[in-house]
């Protein structure tokens, strides 16, 4: 048993009335222990539960982000000089609404703006489609990729894909924690917040509850992390819906976008099945017309804005849409998939 670890884990699991706080150095050394397994899983399991009771603060979200960057694989700063952005979604994925993140991490890569994207399998406890999935029913395959062959593939077409199981193990090895708990626990809202790359990055991350987005805030804000976008988005994702109201944070201002007046209807696709979805992004990268294409423009347009590509949102609408029907996302489909062959020969 970790002594040391014991005495963290009573702090945060001393009742109601009795638990404390970690500092921002606590909690980066517990989460250190725990990705190590230095600490026993009777003490994991217990951390992980009373932590999600307790609710995590600002300053232990902090640490723990310190724990993730001091354990966890990043890609070196990428080669062509040009702005880097991270889209962060929950790790246990959709299973409600359909991603488009996808495909809109493609049309930002068609229009020159690098795009980093990272997840797992099959996450406990909802269990929705994650985006290694969508990827293999693209025909694109980041399972078993070195960093070096990413950094590659990255470095030749402006796209990355961050893959749990490869490149971050211990994180990895307490994905079973996650599923006998029967909760989310705060690992949930750290993968969230977490910048697998080395260089400057934009990080486009999604939220559920406001409290969350407010330690995210002040999470980034004692980390000296400034280049951030929170979207209370589809499921959590960073995906904006249109059924409501696009509640975005940008630092300190607030962006309130409504798909409606800027002439999107308010008809939210729904996820049926994996399957049916790559079906649908397929037709999209033929060109074809649907709902699901004008989510992606709708999504796409508001990023390639927010990352300077285009002077207003609606130009950003005509960039998105010019780039989908002229097949140029299609063709970054094809050259990610190439780079990839080349790269497994390295």
């Not at 929950?90 to 703006?113: E, K």
């Not at 406890?125 to 395959?141: A, C, N, S, Y």
């Amino acid at each position: 048993m970790s002594n040391a670890f014991r005495l963290l884990l009573r702090k945060v699991a001393s009742g109601t009335h009795t638990s404390k706080d970690l500092t921002r150095a606590e909690a980066e050394a517990a989460l250190v222990m725990i990705l190590r397994q230095e600490a026993t899983p009777a003490q994991i399991g217990a951390f992980l539960i009373a932590h999600r009771i307790k609710r995590p603060t600002f300053e232990e979200m902090a640490g723990m982000l310190d724990a993730y960057d001091r354990l966890g694989s990043k890609l070196a700063p990428v080669t062509n000089g040009k702005s880097v952005i991270i889209l962060s979604s929950p790790y246990d994925g959709r299973s409600r609404t359909a991603p488009v993140s996808p495909l809109t991490a493609l049309v930002l890569a068609a229009a020159g703006i690098n795009v980093i994207m990272h997840g797992g399998d099959r996450m406990p406890t909802k269990e929705g489609v994650p985006f290694i999935e969508i990827w293999q029913g693209l025909d694109i395959h980041w399972q078993s990729l070195t960093l070096e062959q990413i950094q590659a593939v990255l470095n030749q077409t402006g796209f990355g894909f961050i893959y749990l199981a490869d490149h971050f193990p211990l994180a990895q090895a307490i994905v079973t924690y996650r599923d006998q708990i029967g909760k989310r626990p705060p690992l949930a809202t750290l993968e969230l917040m977490w910048s697998p790359y080395q260089g400057v990055a934009h990080l486009a991350c999604g939220f559920v509850h406001p409290p969350t987005e407010t330690n995210m805030r002040q999470a980034f804000a004692l980390r000296g992390f400034e280049q951030y976008t929170t979207i209370k988005g589809s499921e959590g994702s960073c995906d904006l819906p249109r059924d409501r109201s696009a509640i975005i944070g940008l630092g300190e201002e607030r962006l309130i976008l409504n798909a409606r007046d800027f002439g999107f209807s308010n008809f939210e696709v729904p996820f049926t099945s994996t399957a049916e979805l790559i079906k649908e992004m397929r037709q999209v990268l033929e060109g074809e017309e649907s709902e699901y294409r004008r989510s992606l423009i709708w999504n796409s347009g508001f990023y390639l804005w927010r990352m300077g590509g285009s002077s207003s949102l609606e130009a950003g609408f005509t960039l998105a849409e010019s780039l989908i029907v002229s097949g140029k996302v299609r063709e970054k489909l094809e050259e990610v998939k190439q780079a990839i062959a080349e790269a497994s020969k390295l």
